[in-house]
């Protein structure tokens, strides 16, 4: 019988023939921790160890610091120099501190990623790595711990489903919006525990931050992992940062043509709009334009989904759309997702142009995905964000978040009520 | 084992944000202070009354989110007595495993159980026993039972290693 991509990244990782259901122990090939939980890592790890401890390979494990960067209060500053104290005694040189930007995105790259990897963080979108193929995953700080002493962890070896895009996407709609929809139609426990393959023509001809998109917001729908087979210019991109073994690797994890599927469903893309997730969960999904016209206080354009230079650049075309001014009665922040998004942001213009609109761009970081970020709402505020949660509170107690794509959003800050883009690209 | 408490019943997607909240994560290091806060943003009664042996029931996709472990130890800490629920977000579920936090999978019971009501859960039996009869669960998997055994992962991979 057939394999899919999960059990032939699993049978490298552990060595062993594996079926479904199979509980067995993978090797890593990273082992990762962010600012936001990281200095827990390493503390645990110095006290189960008595602080002799050593690490199994300084090479495969990496800080980011990318949820408070810089440091915006003395116990965040703390914890910061925990982590980079604990890296410079365990001879860890993998620290991409509070100038790179958003973890998953800094490791791509820079190389770190295979399609094929087993890679473990801090942070529940770990996931996002599917994009390139690679079965990354969110765990607590035991989990990162326990694997760091020799580069073990187990995972059960998950069924999995494919999701199959045909179609093209009308104009205003964009991978954001087929995710959402994906969300609504399937419900926040709807890929529970499950390795989805994301295949068919939309995404074989999807760029990588579409890719990302995509793959950033399974663990919204309680998934493992959602992956996709590198090709085209994505895997010419991969392997001039990560080397020619992506090619052999990507041959490695291809789904065989009879591999077992839980379900199998098609979408075509051609008939979705633009849509968003209501307060106060993901899976609260309404078109755009059934909610037109809810005032609201602040747009946030960013995150490990949205944050790419295309998801900017998609931002910037309905700013133009619009006149090239956002409105005074609302907040509008851009955070790019890396230090090389933002350099490619200022080599094509546009950081001065959106300054001139009076949007805030802000250094790299996850920026407004927690309420433990500078941007917090305030109680009673309306906000409409790209990030990938908006349950009550989570950018501040008492106020209440939208989310959509990047062209959708700065609708929004456009015209100072939730827009359908559309409207603007008339 | 065999433990007994009140029921303190939740729905759906209860989500880590809300168990507990992100603004503490650098500002609270100590577990028993974790343990104060203990759902401070989804009920606060919890926060302020829960006992040692108190039981947490809930809908679908408990404990979705944000895989801070957190989320996991306040209840540990806290002595609440198992978490009964449809269904356990995946990251939520190792981090129980990994903090020894006992959680039950079974709908049935969930349905029948009533806020504030005394439950027992009876590991050896594998029942719930509840105001409205008794439920039967799944012992846990070999493996996972091997890691509960050796108190924990990080102690099993200890074990596994030769190391004290």
Not at chain 1, 111 to 126: E, R, Y
Not at chain 1, 280 to 288: R, S
Not at chain 1, 312 to 331: H, N, Q
């Amino acid at each position: 019988m057939g394999k899919t991509m999960i059990e032939k990244i699993i049978e490298r990782a552990s060595g062993k023939q594996v079926k479904v259901g199979d509980r067995v122990w993978c090797h890593m090939d990273l082992s990762t921790a962010r600012d936001f939980g990281g200095a827990n890592c390493t503390e645990q790890f110095d006290k189960v160890t008595d602080k002799k401890g050593l690490v199994w390979d300084p090479d495969k494990i990496a800080f980011t610091f990318d949820l408070q960067a810089p440091a915006h209060s003395e116990g965040v500053a703390k914890n910061q120099k925990t982590i980079r104290d604990f890296a410079k005694r365990q001879g860890i040189s993998k620290v991409f501190d509070i100038n790179w930007g958003i973890g998953q995105h800094v490791l791509l790259e820079n190389g770190l990623v295979k399609p094929g990897d087993v890679i473990l963080g801090t942070d529940s979108h770990m996931n996002l790595l599917g994009a390139v193929g690679a079965f990354a995953t969110g765990v607590g700080n035991t989990d990162i711990v326990a694997s760091w002493f020799k580069g073990t962890n187990w995972f059960r070896v998950p069924e999995s489903m494919k999701i199959t895009a045909t179609g093209t996407f009308g104009k205003g709609v964009c991978m954001r919006d087929y995710l959402t929809y994906l969300v609504g139609r399937l419900g926040a426990d709807g890929m529970s525990f499950r390795s989805v393959e994301f295949d068919g023509p939309v995404i074989e001809n999807a760029n990588l931050a579409e890719r990302i998109t995509l793959c950033s917001m399974v663990t919204e729908m309680d998934g493992k992992i959602g992956l996709i087979l590198p090709n085209g210019e994505v895997l010419d991109w991969l392997r001039s940062r990560a080397g020619e073994e992506v090619i052999e690797r990507t041959k490695m994890i291809t789904p065989d043509a009879d591999a077992t599927y839980v379900s199998h469903m098609t979408v075509d893309v051609s008939s979705l709009e633009p849509l968003a997730s209501c307060p106060d969960a993901p899976d609260n999904v309404k078109p755009v334009r059934e909610v037109a016209g809810t005032p609201i206080n602040q747009v946030h354009i960013g995150s490990c989904s949205n944050g790419r230079f295309e998801d900017i650049a998609a931002a910037f075309d309905i700013l133009k759309a619009g006149g090239f001014t956002v409105s005074p009665s609302v907040r509008t922040i851009i955070t790019p997702s890396t230090r090389e998004v933002m350099t490619r942001c200022a080599e094509a213009g546009m950081i001065q142009k959106f300054l001139e609109a009076g949007v805030v761009f802000t250094n790299p970081t996850c920026s407004l995905c927690t309420a433990e970020h500078y941007g917090v709402l305030p109680s009673g505020d309306v906000g409409v964000s790209t990030t990938n949660r908006n349950f009550i509170g989570k950018v501040g107690k008492g106020s209440n978040t939208y989310l959509m794509s990047p062209m959708s959003a700065m609708a929004a800050a456009v015209r100072g009520v939730i827009t359908d883009p559309r409207d603007l690209l008339r | 084992m065999k433990i007994t408490g009140k029921v303190w019943k939740y729905g759906d997607d209860v989500n880590t944000d809300v168990i507990f909240p992100g603004k503490y994560t650098y500002t609270i290091k100590e577990r028993s202070e974790m343990a104060k806060v203990a759902l401070e943003d989804l009920d606060p009664e919890f926060t302020k009354n829960a006992a040692p042996g108190d039981i947490i029931v809930g809908g679908k996709n408990w404990g979705c989110g944000s895989s801070r472990e957190q989320a996991v130890s306040c209840l540990k800490e806290r002595g609440l007595g198992a978490i009964i629920a449809k269904g356990f977000a995946r990251i939520y579920y190792r981090n129980c495993l990994n903090e020894g936090l006992p959680i039950i999978v079974s709908p049935e019971a969930v349905d029948a159980i009533e806020a504030g009501e005394d439950v027992t859960v009876d590991f050896d039996r594998g029942k719930i026993v509840t105001k409205k009869g008794e439920f039967a669960f799944p012992p846990y998997p070999d493996f996972v039972r091997g890691l509960i055994e050796d108190g924990g992962l990080i102690p099993h991979v200890k074990k596994s290693l030769g190391l004290k």
